[in-house]
């Protein structure tokens, strides 16, 4: 039983931790119910501490990639509020050249995602994993943004032609439950394809930095 | 030793064991037991021990039979005592406050 409660513990704990407290649980004498208890609830948090289950390479290259993508999340808010809230083009459907170089921004930012990911942990799947994180977070915040926008200016958004068209088309009763209704598209378009595209640009980003010797140490061994 | 959430409990209790020299596992629960009258489990005294560690409070010394002692740092060390001198500020304003109860 005492082994059973031991295996519910993250690997990597059992590693470090596991042999001094199969013996403290030998010390101790007859499990009972409360201690036993006592290690499930120690299991179940050393597996929601991200300090025990995630090696410090891999956090460092996440905390990286969600630097990148918050900063990238700001400026493409302000960029929002400003087309639909401050210089809003009722009449016209144009946003000119802006959504294009937003893009090519985004893709620029999974890239360099990637190489600074690199520079802290080798392995393609780590930089996979941080382009991916990165495109998430971008994708839901930034719906985030435009559903703040949408609820906080109705009015002025309302405005747009093309959400008018939208509400008439869609036989809904008022816009505001058009325009949310109207995101959730965006929101699950933008988290998986943003995650799909991060990952992969990320990768190749990471390509582009030869692994130093420290990269390769601190890499989680498989398994 | 603010920084270790609902663990800050059981890390303080640590800390004072560990003060008073290194020691393994099962002698921290026994001496915690002694000093405070509570009952440290298995599960929670690694929670804690585990967090410590990182935040390089104690450290972990060589094992010995599959016990592993612990030792206070200095950076413990001096964790515990603001932390004590804290609770003791705390402590002498609370009784003196219930004085007009007496």
């Known amino acids: 039983m005492k082994g059973i409660l031991l295996r519910l513990y993250p690997r990597r704990w059992r590693r470090r931790y596991g042999p001094e407290v199969a013996r403290l649980l030998d010390d101790l004498g007859p499990l009972t119910v409360r201690r036993g208890l006592d290690l499930i609830l120690g299991a179940l948090d050393a597996h929601l501490t991200l300090e025990v289950t995630v090696p410090a390479p891999v956090r460092a290259a996440i905390r990286r990639a969600l630097i990148v993508a918050a900063i990238l999340w700001l400026v493409f808010s302000v960029g929002i509020v400003l087309s639909n809230v401050v210089f809003p083009r009722p009449q016209s459907n144009d946003d000119g050249p802006w959504p294009a170089i937003a893009y090519l921004v985004g893709f620029a930012a999974f890239w360099l995602v990637g190489r600074l990911a690199a520079k802290v942990a080798a392995g393609w799947r780590i930089h996979a994993l941080a382009g991916a994180i990165a495109g998430a977070f971008l994708g839901i915040f930034s719906a985030g943004t435009f559903f703040a926008i949408d609820n906080i200016f109705l009015s002025i958004v309302s405005q747009q032609q093309t959400k008018i068209d939208g509400l008439a088309q869609s036989g809904m009763g008022s816009m505001r439950a058009y325009l949310n209704h109207d995101l959730i598209g965006p929101l699950v378009f933008w988290t998986v394809g943003f995650a799909v595209l991060g990952a992969v640009l990320a990768v190749a980003g990471g390509a582009t930095v030869h692994p130093t010797r420290a990269t390769q140490e601190s890499a989680p061994q498989s398994g | ?102």
């Open chain 2, 1 to 102: 030793v603010d920084g270790l959430g609902r663990f800050s409990d059981p890390a303080v209790l640590i800390l004072t064991s560990l003060a008073g020299g290194p020691k393994h596992g099962y002698a921290l629960i026994k001496d915690v037991d002694e000093i405070a009258r509570t009952t440290i489990g298995p599960g929670t005294l690694y929670a804690a021990l585990s967090r410590l560690e990182r935040r390089g409070l104690i450290e972990a010394l060589p094992e010995e039979e599959r016990r592993r002692p612990y030792r206070i740092t200095s950076t413990g060390a001096e964790a515990l005592r603001n932390y004590l001198e804290h609770a003791r500020h705390v402590s002498a304003a609370g009784l003196k406050r219930l004085q007009a109860f007496a």
